[in-house]
């Protein structure tokens, strides 16, 4: 407890309840198992899993999501083989259910390895339309390849530029902007007080970011949805960089139209920054509120 209170004492006046969270790090999350709707059904996977001893409990935002408690490698199992399911933390599953693309739309995953929310996309479009999902890392794309094929899904093209410099030749129904970020919400502690799924910063990333989420935006066709999202609690990685699309190009933040998510909303105020009022649209997500990993979702409209 006193380490994780020490490692995120910075965020301890905008975390509310600072002494759940700090907790709640000490536990893990239940496994969270996106169904693959394109292969089989949610209720097969969780009769199949119930056979195995597994206690099951779907999540209340989407029949597709099974939270199975025990579960260490959900990998080896044979549904996994199968391709009957991806797993994904719950958090981030909620990135698709709230960008929402349909089946025939053209979608851009602008930071798209190794393809966890590419494919819950796909799925969620029935495998029409067209998703490009691009990475700057060709080694992660190969990954999402793999996952892609695996999962059965064809609705797919992949590109490997800097997402910042991505050609400006299309507009997209959909854009999501999944950062590279601090991945400060990943951060939990084992029985033994180890640190894990620790990922060290690297560079400039708020810039980084601010440059992607502006890219997305410009390729955002008029009417369209972008979806800004880290798994990070740092506002210079969250608020900041959504406070700089606002003032340099007309965004429009929107509501997260989705129920039943226990969350806090996005900050108006930081040490010395200030942020438009909109922001209480973000959703922040804390594991002692919602037990998975940390998020941060901005939705925005063209
Ligand atoms: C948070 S991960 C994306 C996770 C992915 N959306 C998923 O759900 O599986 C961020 C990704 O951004 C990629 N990336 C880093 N810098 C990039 C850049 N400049 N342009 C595009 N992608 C970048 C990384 O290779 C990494 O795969």
Same mark, same amino acid.
């Given at each position: 407890?006193?380490?994780?209170?020490?490692?995120?004492?910075?965020?301890?006046?905008?975390?509310?309840?600072?002494?759940?969270?700090?907790?709640?790090?000490?536990?893990?999350?239940?496994?969270?198992?996106?169904?693959?709707?394109?292969?089989?059904?949610?209720?097969?996977?969780?009769?199949?899993?119930?056979?195995?001893?597994?206690?099951?409990?779907?999540?209340?935002?989407?029949?597709?999501?099974?939270?199975?408690?025990?579960?260490?490698?959900?990998?080896?199992?044979?549904?996994?083989?199968?391709?009957?399911?991806?797993?994904?933390?719950?958090?981030?599953?909620?990135?698709?259910?709230?960008?929402?693309?349909?089946?025939?739309?053209?979608?851009?995953?602008?930071?798209?390895?190794?393809?966890?929310?590419?494919?819950?996309?796909?799925?969620?479009?029935?495998?029409?339309?067209?998703?490009?999902?691009?990475?700057?890392?060709?080694?992660?794309?190969?990954?999402?390849?793999?996952?892609?094929?695996?999962?059965?899904?064809?609705?797919?093209?992949?590109?490997?530029?800097?997402?910042?410099?991505?050609?400006?030749?299309? !507009?997209?129904?959909?854009?999501?902007?999944?950062?590279?970020?601090?991945?400060?919400?990943?951060?939990?502690?084992?029985?033994?007080?180890?640190?894990?799924?620790?990922?060290?910063?690297?560079?400039?990333?708020?810039?980084?970011?601010?440059?992607?989420?502006?890219?997305?935006?410009?390729?955002?066709?008029?009417?369209?949805?972008?979806?800004?999202?880290?798994?990070?609690?740092?506002?210079?990685?969250?608020?900041?960089?959504?406070?700089?699309?606002?003032?340099?190009?007309?965004?429009?933040?929107?509501?997260?139209?989705?129920? !039943?998510?226990?969350?806090?909303?996005?900050?108006?105020?930081?040490?010395?920054?200030?942020?438009?009022?909109?922001?209480?649209?973000?959703?922040?997500?804390?594991?002692?509120?919602?037990?998975?990993?940390?998020?941060?979702?901005?939705?925005?409209?063209?």
């Amino acid at each position: 407890m006193r380490q994780s209170a020490e490692f995120f004492a910075p965020y301890a006046e905008i975390i509310p309840d600072f002494a759940a969270f700090c907790s709640a790090l000490h536990t893990l999350p239940p496994c969270c198992l996106r169904v693959n709707t394109l292969r089989t059904e949610a209720d097969i996977v969780r009769a199949r899993l119930a056979q195995y001893g597994y206690r099951i409990v779907p999540a209340p935002f989407a029949a597709e999501l099974l939270l199975v408690e025990g579960l260490t490698h959900p990998g080896t199992l044979r549904e996994a083989l199968l391709g009957y399911y991806h797993p994904q933390a719950l958090t981030s599953a909620l990135a698709a259910l709230i960008l929402a693309p349909q089946p025939g739309e053209g979608v851009l995953d602008l930071c798209a390895a190794p393809g966890s929310k590419t494919s819950h996309m796909a799925q969620l479009m029935r495998d029409q339309g067209l998703i490009v999902a691009n990475d700057r890392h060709d080694k992660r794309l190969a990954m999402l390849e793999y996952n892609l094929k695996h999962l059965g899904i064809s609705n797919v093209v992949t590109t490997c530029y800097a997402g910042q410099n991505f050609p400006l030749r299309h !507009k997209f129904a959909r854009v999501l902007v999944d950062a590279p970020c601090s991945g400060e919400g990943n951060y939990r502690w084992d029985a033994r007080g180890r640190l894990l799924h620790y990922r060290r910063s690297q560079g400039d990333l708020p810039r980084l970011q601010r440059q992607l989420l502006l890219r997305g935006f410009d390729l955002l066709a008029a009417g369209g949805t972008l979806l800004y999202a880290t798994c990070t609690y740092n506002p210079a990685e969250n608020e900041a960089v959504v406070q700089a699309l606002l003032e340099q190009r007309p965004a429009s933040l929107q509501p997260i139209p989705l129920q !039943k998510v226990p969350h806090a909303p996005g900050l108006q105020h930081w040490r010395t920054q200030t942020y438009d009022a909109r922001m209480e649209y973000c959703w922040r997500l804390y594991p002692h509120q919602l037990n998975s990993v940390g998020f941060f979702l901005a939705c925005i409209r063209a």
